[in-house]
């Protein structure tokens, strides 16, 4: 007879409450510091801009989609304003939140962790999560998934990108200040996607050399929500 304990459910695995309040205001913290340099230090996303583009294509009319991690607004939901999309953004930053309200006005953004997502709530016909899910430590990305994935209508669409790396909530120096980041091999980020209940339909990887910091390789996967 195994002496393993039944996993817990997804969204319901809760961390220590002041612990993790005092992570995600450290989070936030470096984010608004770096908000002003964020697209100086990243000017070309064209990784981002052809998922969206693809993801275009494949949305119905009057979409709502919700962007995870919004930061400046720039470039997703304003690429997906412009082709007449509603789009409601989540962002820890307060600093991100300002310049992306006057980046792309025409959005609604909210200040919202990942995992204040409530499935009960509203529900999307895509969600795209642009290197927001790194910053959660590896345990709380499964139950994050989980919410992603409720948060979506039947057949809804996931845009995801991480950077791809072997590290679990490590300290990383970023323009200037230090944020938390997680990562995966490609191969077990889709294993982790499939276990929450999310069909890969696309992949692609592409390397990206940012001002000021490291080379990375970068995986793009665009998902659907399973029955």
């Given at each position: 007879?195994?002496?393993?304990?039944?996993?817990?459910?997804p969204l319901v695995t809760v961390p220590d409450?002041?612990?993790?309040a005092e992570r995600s205001k450290h989070q936030?913290?470096?984010?608004?510091?770096?908000?002003?340099?964020?697209?100086?230090?990243?000017?070309?996303?064209?990784?981002?801009?052809?998922?969206?583009?693809?993801?275009?294509?494949?949305?119905?009319?009057?979409?709502?989609?919700?962007?995870?991690?919004?930061?400046?607004?720039?470039?997703?939901?304003?690429?997906?304003?412009?082709?007449?999309?509603?789009?409601?953004?989540?962002?820890?930053?307060?600093?991100?939140?300002?310049?992306?309200?006057?980046?792309?006005?025409?959005?609604?953004?909210?200040?919202?962790?990942?995992?204040?997502?409530?499935?009960?709530?509203?529900?999307?016909?895509?969600?795209?999560?642009?290197?927001?899910?790194?910053?959660?430590?590896?345990?709380?990305?499964?139950?994050?998934?989980?919410?992603?994935?409720?948060?979506?209508?039947?057949?809804?669409?996931?845009?995801?990108?991480?950077?791809?790396?072997?590290?679990?909530d490590v300290p990383i120096s970023f323009l200037?200040?230090?944020?938390?980041?997680?990562?995966?091999?490609?191969?077990?980020?889709?294993?982790?996607?499939?276990?929450?209940?999310?069909?890969?339909?696309?992949?692609?990887?592409?390397?990206?050399?940012?001002?000021?910091?490291?080379?990375?390789?970068?995986?793009?996967?665009?998902?659907?929500?399973?029955?």
């Amino acid at each position: 007879m195994s002496s393993k304990n039944p996993s817990p459910d997804p969204l319901v695995t809760v961390p220590d409450p002041v612990a993790w309040a005092e992570r995600s205001k450290h989070q936030a913290t470096a984010f608004d510091r770096i908000g002003d340099r964020y697209d100086e230090a990243f000017p070309h996303k064209e990784g981002q801009e052809e998922r969206i583009r693809r993801l275009l294509d494949l949305l119905p009319p009057d979409a709502h989609v919700l962007d995870l991690g919004s930061g400046t607004g720039l470039p997703t939901a304003r690429q997906l304003v412009q082709a007449g999309v509603r789009v409601t953004g989540h962002e820890i930053s307060e600093r991100m939140i300002e310049l992306a309200r006057i980046n792309v006005p025409e959005a609604e953004f909210v200040r919202a962790d990942i995992l204040d997502l409530q499935p009960v709530e509203t529900q999307y016909d895509a969600i795209v999560a642009f290197f927001s899910l790194l910053c959660l430590p590896r345990a709380r990305i499964p139950e994050a998934l989980s919410r992603v994935r409720a948060s979506l209508l039947p057949g809804g669409l996931l845009c995801l990108s991480m950077v791809e790396a072997d590290l679990d909530d490590v300290p990383i120096s970023f323009l200037g200040s230090k944020i938390r980041v997680s990562g995966y091999p490609r191969a077990e980020l889709r294993t982790v996607l499939e276990e929450a209940g999310l069909i890969v339909e696309d992949e692609r990887v592409v390397t990206y050399d940012p001002l000021g910091a490291r080379p990375e390789v970068q995986i793009f996967l665009t998902c659907r929500r399973g029955a």
